[in-house]
C-alpha cells in the first residue's frame, strides 16, 4: 500500500520561512513523478511545484523565485522549501506522486498558514 505523509506546516509570519517533507512508502520512490500542491479554503487543489523522476522541474508562477522542491530518492523524501511567505500561501499543502504526470497517490496534507 503506498502512503504518503507530509509534515513541518505550520504557523509562521509573513516572510518567513517553512520547509516541508513528505516520505513515500509502499513503492519505488524514485520511479515516481511527485509534486505539491495546495489547497485554500473554499477552493480546489492547486499545483504549486513538480519534480519528475528525472528530475525535471515545473514551478507555478506564484512560487518561481520563493520556493524550491526537491527530492531525496535514497530517503524516499520529497522536499518544499517556502521562503518570503505571504498569507495568501496559507493553505493545506499536499504531496501527489504517480507516473506520465498523472497523480493517483495523494498525501492528507500539512496545514501551513502566514500571519502576523
Known amino acids: 500500500q503506498v502512503q504518503l505523509v507530509e509534515s513541518g506546516g505550520g504557523l509562521v509570519q509573513p516572510g518567513g520561512s517553512l520547509t516541508l517533507s513528505c516520505v513515500v512508502s509502499g513503492t519505488v520512490f524514485a520511479h515516481l513523478d ?5 489547497q485554500a479554503p473554499g477552493r480546489g487543489r492547486e499545483p504549486v511545484a ?8 515545473e514551478y507555478e ?3 518561481k523565485g520563493r520556493f524550491s522542491i526537491s527530492r531525496d530518492n535514497a530517503k524516499n523524501t520529497l522536499y518544499l522549501q517556502m521562503t518570503s511567505l505571504k498569507p495568501e500561501d496559507t493553505a493545506v499543502y ?3 506522486a504517480g507516473f506520465d504526470g498523472w497523480y ?3 498525501g492528507q496534507g500539512t496545514q501551513v498558514t502566514v500571519s502576523s
Not at 34 to 38: I, R, S, T
Not at 50 to 57: P, S, Y
Open 34 to 38: 511527485v509534486g505539491w500542491y495546495h
Open 50 to 57: 513538480t519534480i519528475t523522476r528525472r528530475g525535471i522541474v
Open 61 to 63: 508562477n506564484f512560487a
Open 94 to 96: 499536499l504531496c501527489g
Open 104 to 106: 493517483k497517490y495523494w
